[in-house]
């Protein structure tokens, strides 16, 4: 019996070992969204500049388009910024900003010294729309069908692997679904 017991703890240390080793073999980045396959959730955002229209899902619906959340206090929005508007200048797709947790003000600044590739750019200042979108994190992006339904989340930044491995084949399906 006492030797028994003496093997509890290694037993236990392996039952560690392996859930850890499974943990470790889990992708962080593929994150589950709820929202798949369901209506984005409607919304109507003030803009980031004054001069411009904000951003409503009414705008997402009718193509396939991305919808890309970021901040100027995001250092990785700052690497995965080039790959956004080399998409917009190729016109892979529409693809529209969501300012989190940011002033206008800031936002602004921000895409003035980067460059805008949005066709709009809603303030998301309280942070309600990422709230409603899950969003764990900036940057995320989801594509977003013809209907206005989401169809995949990107966690981090896309790159020009993510775009062409992930989101290019994506996109160019949905493009042609009915």
Not at 21 to 45: C, M, Q, V, W, Y
Not at 77 to 92: S, Y
């Amino acid at each position: 019996m006492k030797r028994a017991i003496a093997f509890v703890p290694v037993l236990i240390f392996v039952a560690i070992a392996v859930a850890m080793g499974f943990g470790l073999r889990n992708d962080p980045s593929a994150l589950p969204s709820a929202l798949i396959d369901k209506p984005a959730p409607e919304f109507a955002l003030a803009p980031v500049r004054a001069s411009e229209p904000g951003l409503a899902r009414a705008d997402l619906v009718g193509h396939v388009s991305l919808l890309n959340v970021f901040g100027s206090w995001c250092g990785v929005c700052v690497e995965e910024h080039p790959t956004l508007m080399d998409l917009a200048a190729r016109k892979a797709v529409a693809i529209y900003g969501v300012d989190w947790k940011d002033t206008p003000a800031d936002g602004a600044a921000w895409l003035d010294k980067h460059g805008d590739p949005f066709l709009k750019v809603g303030s998301d200042e309280a942070g309600r729309l990422s709230l409603d979108l899950g969003v764990s994190g900036a940057p995320e992006t989801f594509v977003i069908d013809k209907h206005g339904r989401i169809r995949f989340k990107q966690v981090g930044a896309i790159t020009p692997d993510v775009w062409r491995d992930k989101l290019a084949p994506l996109v160019r399906r949905l493009e042609v679904e009915p």
